[in-house]
């Protein structure tokens, strides 16, 4: 017998040399039957067993903790792990993660140096929901000792005027920093929420729009005393009297689904409050608004640092102008620093007294935002920016691909002339071309006309690194061919040179053009990275970057003969495109070409006396007689 085993089998020896004690003593005690012993020896030997399991769990316990103090977490300084477990609690902004409290149970029972510090940090504990358990609840209220309270009051439609959790926080009333309340009853509101609430600096309500609750007066809210309130956030709150809200200290005020609004009301809590840092206006309905004569006073916003206006529109049934005119009224009355992160978006209808050029010449010009970016000392290495043209015209500006925008337009409209979008765009992204940024051009045209020129107004652009092109069924069959000819045809830059049309795209999506044959597409990537001549690299100055096809919606399915020439010239990393049976299927590059020139972009040396080409955009006027 080997590992072990041996020394399990002496325990077990010495077990039953020390139960044999035990026997002894049931011996002594003379029972009348065989049975009567049998039990007694039975119930000693579990009593004993229970002993043993017992010490041997202290003893396993106390390793444990002893080996818990050699790893390295267990050498931390106990702040620094009260940091890490602040991060696994709460978001970035300070609010808990979903699942908090398992979370914070979890860490409370992984040993007694985490349950101290979990259970002695009083911030752990001051964020207390009506859907936590009560004794949670109660816990929460008894460890969090004095620091500020934040409370989550979610009521529920059959509650009654009572609330056991609101019974156990209004005691500590004096100590509530923020609320929130969501689907109240009314008679609880009346009881819990009268009383005013001196260290109260955010308050957030709200209700389900879609289900019909008795309106709470907002004045009632805390006996009306809301001075000193610094966040202010609602959304679908039934009857709010904006007039009655006299704060002065806000910074964030945030309002969502309200109707019947009144955008005098709203200037003047904008003009008693100047050190709003963040202002967020979506989904509401004003009353009719005229723009008083004489004009009113602008409104300075110097601490802004977030602006958000969409979907702002009048009351439907007192309607008096084109959507485009409230958010009108707002840019031209309201002043703020450029560069700050400003979302908007509408269905544009434009009216008096709104025209679209009017209305796009408010809008804030985003170079100061490319710069600010810019100038972030955190490794940033180029700008995400997309702009859709369409139906609806979109332009973002975002850090990354993941990230949410800072700068964000968007207009939904048929009163948007594309060329006025186009020429917006062009001039935003001149004043800012020396921020380094990925530009994602969509256009999508469900006419029968499709807006080859201005596409390729950007074609010298070497921001562009992504293309779209969304045809639909009216769209005339030789679009497709036109569109890869000209994305294959050398053009004059700026600068003065030749450069192929986006000469560092790397992504190409071409849907909904159904013109398109394997043939056009075989000419377009042969033509779009043909290895130059000498002579002509003296004229062509760069050669393009290397390009991913993605085709859908009628292009592609294309016979293999057709696809295996595309995927074998060098500058296609792959094609994504429609199978025969109505599927979609990536085609990556083959791992080993037959054609030699492998390489993309191949490595031209012309000798001494010219030196050196740079690479860039580069296409031979020979290859593109073969069209």
């Not at 879609?210 to 039934?238: D, I």
């Not at 020439?565 to 994504?576: A, Q, S, Y």
Request: proline share 8%.
């Amino acid at each position: 017998m080997h590992g072990p085993y041996p020394s399990v089998e002496q325990c077990a020896a010495s077990f039953d040399a020390t139960f044999q004690g035990l026997q002894d003593q049931v011996s002594d005690t003379s029972p009348e039957t065989p049975l009567e012993i049998m039990n007694l020896r039975l119930q000693s030997r579990v009593n004993f067993k229970t002993f043993f399991d017992n010490s041997v769990r202290d003893r396993t316990v106390k390793l444990i903790r002893e080996r818990n103090t050699l790893i390295p977490i267990g050498k931390l300084p106990a702040e620094l792990l009260g940091l890490i477990f602040y991060l696994v609690l709460f978001t970035p902004s300070g609010r808990r993660w979903s699942r908090f409290v398992p979370r914070i149970t979890t860490l409370g029972a992984v040993c007694r140096w985490w349950r101290d510090i979990v259970q002695q940090t009083p911030s752990f504990w001051a964020q207390i929901s009506s859907t936590d358990h009560a004794d949670f609840v109660s816990e929460a209220l008894e460890r969090s000792h004095q620091v500020p309270l934040h409370l989550t009051y979610i009521g529920r439609y059959a509650d009654g005027p009572k609330s056991p959790f609101l019974d156990k926080a209004l005691p500590h009333l004096h100590r509530w920093e923020s609320v929130a309340i969501h689907q109240p009853n009314v008679i609880a509101v009346a009881t819990y929420f009268s009383l005013p609430a001196p260290a109260l600096k955010a308050l957030r309500l709200s209700t389900r729009s879609e289900q019909a609750t008795q309106p709470v007066v907002f004045g009632n809210l805390f006996g009306g005393v809301l001075e000193n309130l610094e966040e202010f956030r609602v959304a679908s709150w039934k009857e709010i009297d904006w007039r009655v809200v006299s704060c002065r200290r806000l910074r964030v005020l945030d309002i969502e689904r309200e109707n019947f609004l009144d955008m005098g009301v709203i200037f003047n809590i904008l003009s008693a409050n100047p050190s709003l840092e963040v202002l967020r206006l979506h989904t509401l309905h004003f009353n009719p608004y005229t723009t008083p004569n004489p004009l009113q006073a602008s409104i300075y916003l110097d601490h802004l640092k977030e602006l958000t206006l969409t979907d702002l529109m009048e009351t439907p049934e007192y309607r008096i102008s084109g959507n485009g005119a409230l958010i009108t009224h707002i840019l031209q009355r309201v002043r703020f620093r450029t560069g700050i992160p400003f979302i908007m978006g509408l269905g544009l209808e434009t009216g008096p007294p709104s025209t679209p050029e009017a209305f796009m010449s408010l809008i804030p010009n985003p170079v100061e935002t490319l710069a600010s970016l810019s100038r972030k000392d955190n490794g940033l290495q180029r700008v995400d920016v997309n702009v859709w043209f369409g139906e609806r015209f979109l332009f973002e500006i975002r850090e990354d691909p993941h990230s949410k925008p800072i700068f964000s337009i968007s207009i939904q409209s048929n009163d948007l002339p594309r060329r006025l979008a186009k020429d917006w765009t062009t001039e935003a992204l001149r004043g800012g071309a020396g921020t380094p940024m990925g530009l994602r051009l969509h256009v999508r045209n469900r006419g029968s006309e499709f807006p080859l020129d201005e596409i390729f107004e950007f074609r010298s652009w070497e921001s562009v690194a992504n293309l779209s092109l969304d045809g639909g069924f009216q769209t005339p069959s030789s679009i497709g061919p036109d569109l890869l000819r000209l994305l294959a045809t050398p053009c004059m830059s700026e600068e003065g040179r030749m450069v192929m049309p986006f000469p560092r795209l790397r992504s190409l999506r071409i849907s909904g053009l159904s013109g398109i044959k394997g043939k056009d597409m075989l000419a377009f990537v042969q033509a779009r990275f043909a290895e130059p001549a000498s002579t002509e690299a003296a004229i062509h100055d760069s050669i393009p970057a290397s390009l991913t096809i993605h085709c859908g919606n009628g292009v592609g399915g294309w016979r293999s003969k057709y696809m295996d020439r595309i995927l074998e010239v060098p500058g296609v990393e792959g094609l994504n495109g429609d199978t025969n049976d109505g599927g979609s299927r990536f085609y990556p590059r083959p791992a080993s070409p037959t054609l030699s020139g492998s390489h993309w972009p191949p490595p031209y040396d012309y000798g001494p006396s010219r030196g050196r080409v740079r690479r860039g955009s580069v296409i031979t006027t020979s290859e593109l007689s073969e069209w």
